[in-house]
């Protein structure tokens, strides 16, 4: 086990007796996610908080801007933004899931398949195309 005090505070790896695998534990402070840029609003695709492996979209059928509100791909591209059906681009993001897209900053996409190309916006469903149900 390792342990790291800093100020009265202490970072404690254990390597070996936590069933589930190594496990770093933060005592007494926050855990904050920069992408280096000196504001929370904008994106260098750093500055992210990923569970789990952030895999692609390749099935995706809908390409989107990664401007958010535009739908023509030529006006997308005339702004300096991306077409495409897979975005990986946001800072500032917590990301969740698998094979989602996010672009832009200050967001939260969760689930299978979704995506958000909009700033400080979330998107979420366990299912695609389908909302939660009641059981």
């Not at 895999?55 to 591209?77: F, K, L, M, P, T």
């Not at 993001?93 to 958000?116: C, D, E, H, M, P």
């Not at 700033?119 to 195309?129: F, G, K, L, V």
Request: charged letters at 15%; a neutral charge.
């Amino acid at each position: 086990m390792g342990i790291w005090i800093c100020f009265g505070n202490v970072i404690w790896v254990d390597e070996t007796t936590d069933p589930r695998g190594p496990l770093v534990q933060l005592e007494g402070m926050n855990l904050q996610v920069v992408n280096g840029e000196g504001s929370a609003a904008r994106a260098n695709a750093l500055g992210k908080l990923i569970v789990g492996y952030d895999e692609a979209n390749y099935e995706a059928e809908i390409s989107r801007c990664s401007g958010g509100r535009y739908a023509d791909q030529s006006i997308c591209e005339n702004i300096g933004a991306t077409w495409s059906h897979t975005h990986k681009s946001g800072s500032h993001y917590l990301v969740t899931g698998a094979q989602n897209n996010y672009s832009q900053y200050g967001g939260l996409v969760a689930g299978f398949q979704n995506f958000t190309t909009s700033s400080y916006s979330h998107r979420h469903r366990w299912i695609r195309q389908h909302r939660h149900r009641r059981l």
